[in-house]
């Protein structure tokens, strides 16, 4: 279980803590015993997987942000500043008068420079520390710095990537910038692709759109992507597409629906701060496994990602088509 979701928790179990609320938001929502004893509580969780879980334990969630407002808001934020101090202000614009905003993050994710954050912005914070975490609440009263909040707002509003046309968000992968990974794959992808065709991890929708520019006898484009923040993204910067895509909030390493011509992926390989080359693998091995024969997948990788040896146990044949100081740009087939 995440070490944060378990400290979020502290100031609601400790004796001089804080009250179980009569209405809940959780904003980042993650499932937890404990939380089906509460009343009213509410959820919005942008990952797919973790959505899943959410929804197997029985409690409501909702697909966006809610609008109105509640007593406590409770926020696991992401990763990055951008989306962490984004989402204080919006879990502010969800409190009550009075109401009180729960927060927590790993040491490692800057939790320390984080309460220090909201401390400013609310004058006050509450903390504690455990599990390498540290949880943080402050309480509405007035006085807050909106002008500070303001500021956050606006760091999570989607944006233009300058010099593009693409609409991104803080917190999706490569934000900011076109993955510079993505564009390599892009540089090396044959204009002879045609059929059905699979974007995995699709993210705000790059390859999907330089696909379908490159390869006109594309017939259908479905995007897999497990973030809801990206595939809204993704909508937008395809929208002149719309015939031909399907999209699929969905999380890749639970397999694939149907099977393609043409698969391209730049797989994570990260969850939350650790390198974890089992997701990776796990995207190359649903992707092979739903490749028609004499299909074709493309994928970019860093360089020193082993993912020649899953292809040769699964049977594959690839080469390399590209590589520089940092990436490398593979080939397969399926025979």
Request: glycine share 8%; with cysteine.
């Amino acid at each position: 279980m995440n070490p944060a979701l378990e400290t979020l928790l502290l100031p609601f179990s400790a004796n001089d803590g804080l009250p179980v609320p009569t209405r809940t938001l959780f904003l980042g929502a993650e499932a937890h015993p404990a939380l089906q004893d509460w009343p009213e509580l509410t959820g919005w969780q942008p990952q797919r997987s973790l959505a899943e879980a959410w929804d197997k334990m029985g409690l409501p969630r909702v697909e966006e942000p809610p609008e109105g407002r509640w007593p406590v808001v409770l926020l696991l934020p992401g990763k990055s500043r951008d989306e962490i101090v984004s989402s204080f202000a919006m879990a502010r614009d969800k409190l009550e008068p009075g109401g009180t905003l729960v927060a927590a993050l790993a040491n490692l994710s800057g939790a320390g420079r984080f309460e220090k954050d909201l401390s400013r912005a609310t004058g006050k914070v509450v903390s504690i520390q455990k599990n390498k975490c540290r949880v943080f609440h402050a309480q509405e009263d007035g006085t807050w710095n909106e002008t500070l909040f303001s500021e956050w707002r606006d760091t999570g509003i989607r944006s233009t990537i300058p010099g593009t046309a693409f609409t991104t968000q803080a917190g999706l992968f490569s934000h900011g910038h076109v993955d510079p990974g993505s564009r390599l794959l892009v540089e090396h992808l044959p204009t002879d692709l045609r059929g059905s065709v699979a974007d995995l991890g699709a993210g705000w929708g790059y390859l999907s759109a330089e696909v379908l520019r490159l390869a006109p006898k594309i017939e259908r484009l479905s995007l897999f992507e497990s973030d809801s923040r990206a595939l809204a993204c993704a909508r937008l910067n395809l929208a002149g597409h719309d015939g031909k895509i399907t999209y699929h909030w969905h999380d890749v390493t639970t397999g694939l629906p149907a099977s393609y011509d043409v698969i391209l992926m730049n797989p994570p390989f990260h969850t939350g701060r650790a390198t974890d080359v089992d997701l990776g693998r796990a995207f190359l091995k649903r992707g092979s496994a739903a490749l028609k024969r004499g299909g074709r997948l493309y994928l970019v990788a860093n360089r020193q990602l082993p993912y020649e040896a899953l292809l040769k146990a699964e049977g594959l044949t690839w080469n390399r088509l590209a590589e520089d100081k940092t990436y490398k740009v593979l080939a397969i087939e399926k025979f």
